[in-house]
Nanobody, 127 residues
């Protein structure tokens, strides 16, 4: 069954922007840290970003620092990943994931720390 719904992917030229959205199906996640992961063809799943339950703490992979911003809208019960200055190497299927913890600290990069996952949304950066 689908636990989270992630969306917003698409085809964009290098240097372009996309905003990914993620929302839980049938529950509130005000107490959950939420992360974004991505998997490129032939590569391992990579942790991209994570945000704490209250939105005050965020963390990013070095590869996306300064270009991506994670945020959450509590009124809409939605977490976003705003991506700017996209590069071809950003091409991947992006997945949102929710943890039962409010904040994961250094554990944020571990997929097993997350209990709920979206179906994935394809981001393709190509000229």
């Amino acid at each position: 069954q689908l636990q989270l719904v992630d969306s917003g992917g698409g085809l964009v030229q290098p240097g372009g922007s996309l905003r990914l959205s993620c929302a839980p199906r049938g529950f509130l996640w005000d107490y959950h840290a939420v992360g974004w992961f991505r998997r490129a063809p032939g590569k391992e799943r990579e942790a991209v970003s994570c945000i704490s339950s209250n939105g005050d703490s965020t963390v990013y992979a070095d590869s996306v620092k300064g270009r991506f911003t994670i945020s959450r809208d509590f009124a809409e019960n939605t977490v976003y990943l705003q991506m700017h200055s996209l590069k071809p190497e950003d091409t991947a299927v992006y997945y949102c994931a929710a943890s039962q913890a409010r904040w994961l600290g250094s554990r944020w990069v571990g997929p097993h720390e997350y209990s709920y996952w979206g179906q994935g949304t394809q981001v393709t950066v190509s000229s």
